[in-house]
């Protein structure tokens, strides 16, 4: 069974961003970009069920620029097989990243598809219940335990009531949360041994999809500075306080 898993370049999460001065969207350049954390574990999954003898190949996915190559080859380190670069220098949103899986999964025959439940720069939480929708087949979101047997996998959620067990038959999605596992460290032999692995670079343009219209970002605006704290002698003057706010 061939595992595909899809990563997204993002700034990375020990970075502060910043605005840029158009307020268009934020300043990339010169700054340390990384994997998606949520795409990170869904690769780390995916080498651990191929390790357990329940996959024969992963394969990571990355739509975007040039650049992304590095990503990718963060995770050909991590383990993972083989990658493919779907090169464009536009921004693809949830539904077009959706389709292009699809058509990948299609081609590659993959029988499962794991994914983060969300990327940190925009938290949409939309491309992995998309890929399903358009794609026919069952999903599992938000786990934070999964196993594969066979041609079944079991995933564990959280949920308001507490855990909750979905299996599905593969091939399927599976849209992966923080607490699924923890990614192994990279080491400097396996980053060398990644130089060697295969990269296909193809052009957005050849993968045989129509990409929906995009939306239109009017503006980009960081949030209204937090005002200070008031230290109160009291609790009748904290209760007073909450009351003038309309908080009790």
């Known amino acids: 069974m061939k595992i595909l898993v899809g990563i997204k370049r993002v ?3 020990n970075v502060r961003v910043q605005i840029n001065r158009e307020g268009t969207g934020v300043i990339k350049d010169g700054v340390k970009m990384s994997i998606n954390p949520f795409d990170e574990i869904a690769v780390e999954e995916a080498l651990r069920i191929r390790e357990a003898g329940s996959a024969d190949e992963v394969i990571v996915v990355s739509i975007g620029p040039a650049t992304a190559q ?17 090169e464009t220098d536009d921004e693809v949103q949830p539904l077009g990243v959706a389709r292009v899986l699809k058509a990948l999964a299609t ?12 990327a940190i720069d925009g938290d949409n939480n939309q491309t ?6 358009i794609w026919g087949r069952p999903q599992a979101t938000f786990a934070s335990a999964l196993t594969v047997d066979g041609d079944r996998a079991t ?31 990279v080491k400097m032999p396996d980053i060398m041994k990644a130089k060697r692995k295969p990269l296909e670079t193809v052009a957005l343009a050849d993968v045989g999809v129509e990409l929906p219209p995009a939306l239109e970002s009017l503006g980009v605006e960081p949030p209204a500075p937090r005002a200070g704290g008031v230290k109160l002698e009291s609790v009748e003057e904290l209760i007073s306080a909450l009351k003038d706010r309309g908080l009790v």
């Open 11 to 13: 700034i990375d999460y």
């Open 70 to 86: 590095q990503q990718l080859r963060t995770a050909l380190a991590m383990g993972a097989d083989r990658a493919v670069l779907v």
């Open 107 to 118: 081609k590659e025959e993959a029988g499962l598809v794991l994914l983060g439940k969300q």
């Open 128 to 133: 992995p219940q998309m890929l399903a929708a």
């Open 155 to 185: 995933a564990v959620r959280e949920v308001d009531a507490g855990l909750e067990t979905i299996a599905v038959e593969l091939p399927a999605v599976v849209s992966v949360d923080l607490r699924l596992n923890e990614p192994r460290f």
